[in-house]
């Protein structure tokens, strides 16, 4: 599921910076270089320019990547641990959620983060399932309560 959400934020990625407004395009020389405390710099200062749901997006992907590649990242003067990107990615999931509640990819990349966490994540593939018409997961993944 990892290789999924990894893999799915690669697509996204491309699919922003092929819209370029955004903060993955702006601040992506310190994603190649893997400087994860000045690409959340950049990517917050970009955040708050736009306050564009994709840079929330963005984030939250980038978030995904830092918590497979460090264990801990300095932000703004402290120590973010891996645990809290999780957290930290589902803040910006709901934040995108709230801007654009039809943006059903969200709703999947949530889910594959709320699975990780070890917290259900029906919900979210049943949002996904209904936006799409895609339901293969949710009807798999979910048993019984995608009768309800």
Same mark, same amino acid.
């Given at each position: 599921?990892?290789?999924?959400? =990894?893999?799915? @934020?690669? $697509?996204?990625?491309?699919?922003?910076?092929?819209? @370029?407004?955004?903060?993955?395009?702006?601040?992506?020389?310190? @994603?190649?270089?893997?400087?994860?405390?000045?690409?959340?710099?950049?990517?917050? @200062?970009?955040?708050?320019?736009?306050?564009?749901?994709?840079?929330?997006?963005?984030?939250?992907?980038?978030?995904?990547? $830092?918590?497979?590649?460090?264990?801990? =990242?300095?932000? /703004?003067?402290?120590?973010?641990?891996?645990?809290?990107?999780?957290?930290?990615?589902?803040?910006?999931?709901?934040? =995108?959620? /709230?801007? /654009?509640?039809?943006?059903?990819?969200?709703?999947?990349?949530?889910?594959? =983060?709320?699975?990780?966490?070890?917290?259900?994540?029906?919900?979210?593939?049943?949002?996904?399932? &209904?936006?799409? /018409? &895609?339901?293969?997961?949710?009807?798999?993944?979910?048993?019984?309560?995608?009768?309800?």
């Amino acid at each position: 599921m990892l290789k999924k959400l =990894v893999f799915l @934020s690669l $697509i996204l990625i491309i699919h922003l910076h092929a819209n @370029s407004q955004n903060a993955c395009s702006n601040c992506s020389e310190y @994603s190649l270089s893997e400087n994860w405390s000045k690409l959340l710099d950049c990517l917050d @200062s970009e955040i708050k320019k736009t306050d564009h749901h994709f840079d929330f997006l963005c984030r939250a992907n980038i978030y995904g990547v $830092i918590f497979e590649n460090a264990d801990s =990242v300095l932000f /703004q003067s402290k120590f973010i641990k891996k645990e809290e990107f999780q957290k930290l990615a589902l803040y910006d999931l709901d934040i =995108v959620i /709230q801007k /654009q509640p039809t943006f059903a990819v969200t709703y999947n990349i949530r889910a594959a =983060v709320k699975k990780v966490m070890g917290i259900d994540y029906c919900e979210d593939l049943k949002m996904f399932c &209904n936006l799409t /018409q &895609n339901c293969e997961e949710y009807e798999k993944k979910c048993g019984d309560e995608s009768k309800k």
